[in-house]
């Protein structure tokens, strides 16, 4: 891990990139460190106000400040795209591991279920998912991952048959050691660095698809803040308060464009046919 921040550090766009997110953690753990109002409190003098020393962010439609209220919609923002993301880890590194290693029959009928997934568009799909079960954290957390565990499975699919056949797998079949245990102990240690890059560049689409869903008034309910609803219900005020719209949407640019740029920097790094 040291070695590979190091790494990072010699590039000031990945040096830049660590601090953002670094912030973002604390934001996402400590939300109420940072924001100097109650997110759901009222204040009529904040009404519609422009930013200001006061209020950095500005007033809102029912006079709440911006600034509080984007802290704690990027905590749970954060929370439902990392969240997502870890449920289509676990699962889709699960079948892409069995139906690599396996192969055959097995790895036929699990990528034609896959490609199923991939015929919808990931937005659509997850707008589906919410429509039919409700709009809570729980539901979008679950829709989310869901649409995301085909992107694991074909990734770790195309490492594990790569890896099927290397010396040391052969020789542990040799030895008698069971599937599973292969799987997890020979194949899944040596994949660690492309489950990292996946989920990293794909914890950006996953918070976009977050704050669509959101933007759509399909993510959590208010008067919960999360930085895709705030742009959407601030949308009918872009004229006469812009600031409603465009600090939470900057803020969810800068993770987005920090997410990406660290991304391909973890790929540069542990890519080994990069750096041969």
Avoid: C
Wanted: hydrophobic share 55%; proline share 5%.
């Amino acid at each position: 891990m040291l070695k590979i921040i190091r790494r990072l550090a010699r590039n000031p766009l990945y040096v830049i990139s660590l601090l953002l997110l670094s912030i973002v953690l604390l934001i996402t753990l400590f939300p109420g460190l940072f924001a100097p109002y109650n997110p759901y409190k009222m204040d009529v003098e904040a009404f519609m106000s422009a930013p200001s020393w006061k209020h950095f962010f500005g007033g809102d439609q029912f006079g709440r400040d911006v600034f509080s209220r984007a802290m704690f919609g990027l905590q749970k923002s954060m929370i439902i795209a990392s969240s997502a993301i870890a449920i289509s880890a676990l699962i889709g590194t699960m079948l892409g591991l069995i139906s690599g290693f396996l192969s055959g029959v097995t790895d036929l009928v699990m990528m034609r279920i896959m490609d199923s997934f991939f015929a919808f568009p990931s937005l659509i799909l997850a707008l589906f998912i919410i429509a039919l079960f409700g709009s809570n954290m729980i539901n979008l957390i679950f829709a989310i991952g869901l649409v995301y565990v085909p992107i694991f499975a074909r990734t770790v699919r195309g490492a594990a048959l790569s890896l099927r056949e290397s010396l040391y797998v052969k020789a542990s079949k040799a030895l008698g050691k069971k599937s599973l245990s292969i799987m997890l102990t020979d194949i899944l240690p040596n994949i660690s660095s492309v489950l990292i890059v996946t989920f990293t560049t794909n914890m950006s689409t996953a918070l976009l698809t977050e704050a669509s869903l959101g933007f759509l008034g399909l993510g959590v309910p208010p008067p919960e803040p999360t930085l895709g609803g705030m742009v959407g219900q601030g949308t009918a005020f872009l004229l006469s308060a812009p600031w409603v719209v465009l600090f939470p949407g900057l803020v969810i640019a800068l993770i987005v464009l920090s997410l990406n740029i660290l991304g391909d920097g973890l790929r540069d790094i542990l890519d080994p046919r990069i750096n041969r």
